[in-house]
């Protein structure tokens, strides 16, 4: 008999397991509560740009295997675009100063050599300070590992980490920045080539995981609400969903993909962090001058990271706690002030849209990362996934997806298909 395994949430962490798991030839029915999946990665038509946008700019690197994997498994490894080579264009506002970094596609950091493949006013011996980062723990803070000052830190370190944890650096926890450091700039440029889904996260991430599950007989649901678990002998028996409840078979699963509060709503005392993080996005309908890359990284700017799609300009601003309440119009004219600087271009404000996640991550604190549950559960049929799941990375679309496959493992290897 084919094993049914219940996925709660449909955002990348929830879809990752099911595509897994029906690839496995299990029977996968995903329940998502709210109207729309994907969760924090998804596209959505916005009136006020008329344009259809992400909720966020969520960038991939070529090293992250586990994304790839999952979009070569959907058919749409293609749709995530970048150039051929590690390179990453940078503006330093403060002094008007453009350069771009350029990494070898090699372990052996050959680029740090060289004057002109490197950061500007750095030097070989300021690259080789980072090294005891690569191997902190995660109980210690980036502050405690390195110097979180000079050059080095202020144009390349600082946008990487605040990118990655979504957090001040030097409050941060140096066991997660150490493994994003050994994934990427260690491995070599061909771990660190941009990726960008610009045709839009939906049509690359989303909607293709939708059809590839339907397809093997499974089903996406939206505004299916998992009340309740019915917990008995050590494992789910049933779930209340919405006015009906649900049995489960002695050999069926349930994945619990859901955000930590909902988490711990449905499943009392499972640990989670507590704190949470903003990140700001805005979109302005603008289209890009010629001369514009498909990524900047701003550095002495209200803005940090500057994209360049075919019909908009979009920016992303991490640890945005600081402008979740300020008004929506200063906001926007602040962000199109620093855009017009980084683009070279002078125009009045187009139509905009501003999206403020006010709990986008997890706090990336030693405290907040040690608070972080393992796959499984005491329920022996009960896994969890989620990017604020212990999955030795900050919450990016590359822990989502280790921690929707890892759950998915748990499941075949308890009892298989």
Not at 83 to 90: D, L, Q, S
Not at 107 to 115: A, K, L, Q, S, T
Not at 166 to 171: K, T, V
Not at 272 to 294: E, Q
């Amino acid at each position: 008999m084919q094993r049914t395994v219940h996925i709660i949430g449909a955002g990348i962490s929830g879809l990752s397991a099911a595509v897994r798991l029906a690839d496995a030839g299990c029977l996968v029915r995903v329940h998502e509560a709210t109207q729309q999946v994907g969760g924090r990665c998804r596209s959505y038509f916005d009136g006020a740009t008329n344009l259809t946008i992400d909720n966020g700019n969520h960038l991939v690197l070529s090293g992250n295997r586990s994304v790839l994997a999952y979009a070569r498994r959907i058919g749409t490894e293609a749709g995530l675009q970048g150039p051929p080579k590690a390179e990453f264009e940078f503006i330093d506002l403060g002094v008007n100063k453009r350069w771009k970094l350029r990494i070898n596609d090699g372990r052996v950091p050959f680029w740090v050599f060289d004057p002109a493949r490197r950061v500007p006013d750095t030097s070989p011996a300021d690259y080789f300070a980072l090294a005891p980062l690569a191997w902190a723990n995660s109980r210690t803070r980036v502050g405690d590992v390195i110097k979180c000052e000079g050059v080095l830190y202020r144009r390349l370190v600082l946008p990487l980490l605040l990118a990655a944890l979504n957090i001040e650096p030097p409050d941060g926890s140096a066991g997660l920045a150490g493994a994003i450091v050994r994934e990427t700039l260690l491995a070599g440029g061909q771990a660190c080539r941009p990726l960008i889904a610009r045709d839009g996260l939906s049509r690359v991430l989303i909607e293709p995981a939708v059809d590839y599950i339907r397809a093997r007989g499974g089903s996406v649901d939206v505004g299916h609400e998992v009340r309740q678990f019915t917990l008995a002998n050590g494992q789910v028996t049933a779930l209340a969903l919405g006015d009906q409840t649900v049995a489960l078979g002695p050999d069926d699963a349930v994945v619990m993909a859901v955000p930590p509060r909902s988490a711990a709503a449905l499943l009392p005392g499972v640990s989670a962090p507590t704190k949470f993080r903003a990140i700001v996005n805005a979109h302005f309908r603008f289209v890009p001058p010629s001369h514009l890359p498909p990524m900047t990284g701003v550095v002495n700017g209200l803005i940090e990271w500057l994209f360049a799609f075919p019909d908009r300009l979009s920016i992303t601003i991490s640890g945005g706690d600081r402008l979740v309440d300020m008004p929506r119009e200063d906001l926007a004219r602040a962000i199109w002030k620093d855009i017009c600087a980084v683009a070279g271009i002078e125009a009045a404000m187009p139509a905009w849209q501003i999206v403020r996640e006010r709990r986008a991550t997890f706090e990336a604190s030693p405290e907040q990362n040690a608070l972080r549950p393992g796959t499984q559960t005491e329920w022996k049929n009960l896994f969890l996934a989620g990017d604020w799941t212990d999955t030795g990375l900050p919450a990016t679309i590359e822990g989502s997806v280790r921690s929707g496959n890892r759950a998915a493992d748990h499941v075949l290897k308890n009892h298989g298909p």
